[in-house]
């Protein structure tokens, strides 16, 4: 088993009447990628503030690489990386500069090259910052929170307001810190990033976590299975096969879907539906994080992390 690497039990944040994080609980583990997500307001950007020892809990306790937040600030930010949802760099130094200027204030001596060409920037380590891309600046960010060789690196929102080939550009990064065997907290309202990037999620709406698994499983108790759509004329001796293997059939039109609960419940389905003859459209349509939220909160999340 991994070595835990955060270890939060019934934390709490209260200001005033809002309480930011309810008692909430999970562990984080040696060289994954943990993702907590939620939408705007959710309580994810507090709580990895809490673990970066910037705000102090009301209640409750974390640690952080077996160092308590509330009294051992000091070891914990010597052995973190942080790139804050609001991350910015010096706009007229160029890349190589920002870095080495981050590694200045560490007082350490930063292996800049190596870091440089693992994340793809050592060919416009001499461009000015602010004549970089969306996407470059945010590399240089995660640059600049590796220079001290960090343990654990908390990316909080790294994707935000990114476009989409930018944001997939960013994943390439975010895989490239776990090869080199970094554990990354990542926080994200994006559904399609956690299930892309994450070994395990962490559900959080209104400060409470309510649910915490691997993609797979939470896929798998939440998502509503696995849909097959047939279309076609004779639809009859379709829905003969489906009914082999479930009893969720439904209709609309000249349409015919089963539902299963695994990916294997429907793959011995497929396999008999491809051998009948032509005349049928056969449409697979895997669940994933959006039907997970769904299920588990009632809504959606839009491109702006607001619930609808």
Known sequence: MPEKVVEVENLVKQ??????VDRI???VYQGEIFSLVGPNGAGKTTTVEIL?????????????????????ETEIKKKIGVMPQDFNAFERLTVKENVELIARIYNIKPETKKILEELGLWEVRNRQFHKLSGGMQRRVGVCMALVSDPELLFLDEPTTGLDPEARRNTWEVIRTLKKMGKTVFLTSHYMEEVEQLSDRVGV??????????TIHELISKYGGGIKVNIRGRKIEEAENILRKFTENISYDKDIVTGKFKTREEASKALAELYQLSDGYRIEIIESGMDDVFL???????????ELI
């Not at 200001?15 to 930011?20: L, Q």
């Not at 970066?52 to 051992?72: I, Q, Y």
């Open 295 to 305: 299920q588990l909160a009632g809504h959606r999340v839009n491109e702006r992390g």
């Open 25 to 27: 609980s999970f562990d």
């Open 204 to 213: 959080i709406v209104n400060g409470k976590l309510i649910a915490t698994d």
């Open 15 to 20: 200001y005033k009447t809002v309480t930011a």
């Open 52 to 72: 970066e020892c910037l705000r102090k809990p009301t209640s409750g306790s974390a640690s952080v690489l077996g160092f308590d937040v509330t009294k051992d």
